[in-house]
């Protein structure tokens, strides 16, 4: 039996990677310089000067139509008139001048240009416009610009010097990029003495085309960049910064700096939610929620970015000081605490060792002061023990220079414990006295810091990033069993007949009815027009009662004396319907009354929690989880994420609040039970996904105990009527494709589900590999691989919790005898930079010859179309029959690869 097995085009192939991508900017073969001249102090002069210093002495072009020669390059009227065509433009003309330029690069194949040219949106609506007949040239073909307004690119690992910096700095393994020219100048200005070396360096500009997506996606590929550094001033394209850094920073770190916080967003919010929801907040949301570090000094990013090339990362937030005084100790504490950080306590077993070899006077705690006349010797056994510690996550050391101390031999001392399972960072305070010091541990690896509290800050900074990769590795469970407690065509019902009615509010009863189709439990809630009608509902339902206004334009009923709690008679409630009506008559209108809902009175033996949604400017809808009541925007306790959530980011979010301590139990009140209350953030999130035309929610409050998850009050508001469903704004996260999702039957009739993959099919996917012949890992992987290695965490939750905007997987899914089983998977990986993608089929061996592998390659194929994909490739083994006549078949047109060790199979779409 020949397995059904095809694989993605394997390394090396040529597949049109060029197209888009950014290679050509960074290792160009030719670069010309548009606006070259050797006028003095010019920027065409100094970004000439400085690409002639590097490789390309031969390949350097200026375009100048009137001369001949600028600087010893050769000079050319124009782009059009130049011998060859040329990768690289970089473009320092007037701004007016530009979009002609451009036109040209694109009519003649220039692949990537650099536009430092300034004079642009910066200007106002002449300069708005000027980009955008750019724009209009870009769509005509494949070229890519960078800018503009910008300082141009560096690669200093080749000499590529594009910019009109004073100096390059030398190569290392960072890349940087910056919004800000002035800044990047001034840090490459304070590397250069530093020997602080770089990757690449980009002075990214206005970024009218090229964005943070595709230059994170650039140097996460790079295999000379070790780490990203950031500073950013927008965001731009959120979607393509989220989709990028996801995929990058489980391999690489991100780390950012964001200038400017405003709240002026929040303002015209109609909700708690939307007033509750800060731009800033949700840009850390989004840091969160890719496993990018946030840090706020510039000196941080550097700091960063060479801890986390020598260090492991920290499991938690409890660190351990080691020190010989106790005044750089305490500064440190305060700097680990205000930033989140925890003293780990001490063990007895950790006290006990310690007090057998400190001075009777040592602090007997964390931090651990071993007094100033400590002698290497006793830092050493000091933080051999303490190493130790399973309370301890990072250790610091803190030296301050003193009669006994001895620099290099405490340094050399610490050297066995560089590369342990913990991370080690050393403060030694001084100057001239601790410089033979500094060569012991950058030789061993350990970071030094000048002060103790910015070695604080760092291993903080350390855990957030730790923290923020846990929520990218950590596998959720399965939030819904099923679809069956989603209603997605009645929620969109409900939505669309209150637009009908021309309303953008809907009332409390319509919104408890959306949440409902969702699978949030609401509280029973009946409309009562007139103030008998009110009775007859409070005796069916049974007293006490709540009646809350009625109103299809007033959003917060307690402003209006619109809410009236526990009413135990019909007298109390013939009382409470009047005053309801009066008040609202009063404060705001008697229009704005449209009778009362009568609800029964919950039982509030739990804990008031907000749940809600707005839309953010750059990131779409935002997610808000926090205290709720009357008081929720005086206590401000909440957290925010971007949607979709699935439990484990559920968890996260809810951990950011003081409530989630109270919710799983304190002072002896029993503990919420958190796992259902993961699940129910999990399909509110999906709501807010899947039905677009929602623009806020509140659930205010969401009562929560030991007993019962209840909405007790909601408000749902629609987007304006005007707006148009293309315009509606998108979540910056892709949802969960459910438009992938198909029933079909093999030949012998059994039913199949085909499906996008998800981050809670790991456990079946260790269950598929298991299932899998040695022979079908041989034909699929071109090889031997191991089932350690196909089932490892680490592989596993990159295949499961992919970007659906750039790779796509199908799974076959039977229901067997344990439960839904995963006989068969398909993928489509986008190739970065073209319209193109790599497919690939497996399907397990006792589900072969069925006819499954031949659809599940059809429905891959299908997928790619649907998203927009030109061509799909992908390689097998020459004995793969069954596979080829399958790909034949299908349209595909299969030849024997280069050297006939493969057979390389293309599909034009």
């Known amino acids: 039996m020949v397995p059904a097995t095809l694989s993605p085009v394997k390394p090396g192939k040529s597949t049109r990677r060029a197209g888009r991508a950014l290679g050509s900017f960074f290792a160009p073969h030719s670069v010309a310089v548009v606006g070259a001249t050797d006028k003095s102090g010019s920027v065409g002069r100094t970004v000439l000067l400085n690409l002639l210093k590097g490789p390309y002495q031969d390949k350097v072009y200026a375009v100048n139509p009137k001369r001949k020669e600028v600087l010893g390059a050769p000079s050319y009227p124009s782009i059009s008139q130049m011998p060859e065509p040329v990768d690289l433009a970089i473009v320092v003309t007037p701004a007016t001048t530009v979009p002609d330029i451009i036109a040209e690069c694109v009519e003649f194949g ?102 943070w997506g595709d230059l994170i996606s650039h140097y996460g590929d790079d295999p000379n960049t070790h780490s990203i550094l950031i500073y950013m001033e927008s965001v731009g394209d959120a979607r393509s910064f989220l989709s990028a850094a996801r995929e990058v920073a489980l391999t690489k770190p991100i780390i950012v700096i964001k200038a400017g916080r405003s709240e002026a967003a929040s303002k015209a919010a109609a909700s708690h939610t939307g007033a ?30 060479d801890v986390l090339s020598k260090q492991v990362r920290p499991k938690g937030p409890r660190l351990t000081i080691v020190t010989n005084a106790g005044g750089p100790a305490v500064l440190a504490t305060d700097a680990l605490v205000a930033l989140g950080g925890e003293l780990a306590p001490l063990t007895d077993t950790t006290m006990n060792q310690l007090n057998e070899i400190l001075p009777a006077h040592w602090s007997h705690g964390n931090p651990v002061d071993i007094l100033g006349d400590a002698e290497p010797e006793r830092y050493s056994k000091a933080l051999e023990i303490v190493s130790k510690d399973p309370n301890s996550d990072g250790l610091i050391l803190v030296m301050s220079p ?38 012991v541990l950058n030789a061993a690896g350990i970071p030094l810091f000048s002060f103790p509290d910015t070695a604080a800050r760092v291993f903080s900074n350390m855990w957030r990033y730790s923290y923020n990769l846990r929520g990218l590795y950590e ?21 669309a007949a209150a637009r009908q009615r021309g309303q953008t509010l809907l009332n409390e009863y319509e919104s408890k009815r959306l949440l409902a189709t969702y699978g949030i439990p609401t509280v029973d809630t009946r409309i009562a027009r007139t103030e008998e009608e009110a009775i007859t509902e409070a005796q069916g339902i049974g007293f006490p009662v709540v009646l809350k206004l009625f109103s299809e334009t007033i959003t917060h009923k307690t402003d209006v004396g619109g809410v009236k ?149 909601a408000r749902v508001v629609l987007h304006k009527l005007d707006v148009a469903e293309n315009d509606l704004p998108k979540p910056a996260i892709r949802p969960y494709p459910v438009q992938y999702v198909w029933d079909w039957a093999m030949k012998d009739g059994s039913p199949v589900t085909f499906r996008p993959i998800r981050p809670e099919d790991e456990p079946q996917m260790v269950k598929f590999h298991e299932k899998l012949s040695d022979r079908s890992v041989y034909l699929r992987y071109f090889g031997t691989l191991s089932l350690k290695t196909r089932i490892a965490h680490e592989r596993l939750v990159r295949i499961c919790f992919g970007d659906y905007d750039r790779e796509l997987a199908l799974v076959a899914e039977v229901n067997g005898t344990e439960g839904p089983e995963i006989i068969g998977v398909g993928r489509m990986n986008r190739i970065y930079g073209t319209d193109e993608a790599d497919v690939a089929v497996l399907v397990t061996d006792a589900y072969q010859n069925r006819g499954l592998g031949e659809e599940l390659l059809r429905r891959v194929i299908r997928v790619a179309k649907e998203e927009g994909v030109g061509a799909v490739s992908a390689d097998m083994m020459p004995d793969n029959v069954s596979m080829s006549a399958i790909c034949k078949r299908l349209g595909f047109h299969v030849q024997m690869a280069d050297g006939f060790s493969s057979l390389h199979a293309r599909l034009e779409i």
Not at 407 to 418: D, F, G, I, K, N
Request: hydrophobic share 40%.
């Open 475 to 495: 596998t959720p469970s399965l939030a819904v069993n099923g679809e069956e407690t989603i209603s997605r065509d009645k929620a969109a019902s409900i939505i």
């Open 110 to 211: 220039v692949k990537s240009v650099v536009v430092i040219s300034a004079g642009f949106r910066e200007r106002g609506e002449e300069g708005t416009r000027l980009e955008e007949r750019i724009k209009a040239e870009l769509r005509r073909g494949s070229t890519r610009v960078i800018g503009p307004n910008c300082l141009g690119i560096m690669n200093p690992l080749i000499g590529l010097d594009a910019t009109f910096a004073k100096k390059t700095p030398k190569g290392g393994n960072v890349a940087f990029l910056s919004q800000s020219g002035a800044l990047l100048t001034a840090i490459l200005d304070w590397a250069i003495p530093q020997e602080v070396g770089f990757s690449g360096i980009v002075s990214t500009g206005s970024m009218l085309d090229v964005g």
């Open 276 to 305: 509750l929801t800060g731009s800033d907040e949700v840009l850390d949301a989004a840091f969160r929620r890719c496993g990018v570090l946030r840090v706020q000094n510039i000196s941080d990013l550097f700091y960063m970015a």
């Open 565 to 713: 709690l526990n009413l135990k008679d019909v007298l109390a409630v013939r009382t409470a319907y009047q005053e309801i009506k009066n008040s609202v008559s009063e404060k705001a209108g008697a229009e704005h009354f449209n009778g009362v809902t009568v609800q029964p009175m919950a039982k509030m033996d739990g804990y008031e929690i907000i749940l809600g949604s707005s839309v953010d400017p750059q990131f779409g809808p935002v997610i808000l989880f926090g205290s709720g009541g009357q008081l929720v925007e005086v206590y401000k306790d909440r957290a925010l994420a971007l949607p979709p959530l699935n439990t484990t980011l559920a968890e996260r979010m809810m951990e950011q609040t003081k409530i989630f301590k109270a919710l799983k139990g304190v002072r002896g009140r029993k503990a919420v039970n958190i796992e259902e209350l993961e699940k129910l953030l999990v399909r509110f999130s999906q709501l807010v996904v899947e039905q677009p035309w929602i623009s806020e929610v509140d659930i205010n409050p969401l009562l929560a105990s030991s007993e019962r998850l209840l909405a007790l009050d």
């Open 402 to 439: 003193q009669g006994m101390t001895n620099p290099a031999e405490v340094a050399a001392r610490l050297t066995p414990y560089a590369r342990g399972d913990k991370p080690i960072l050393a403060s030694l305070m001084g100057g001239e006295s601790i410089e033979s010091a500094k060569p």
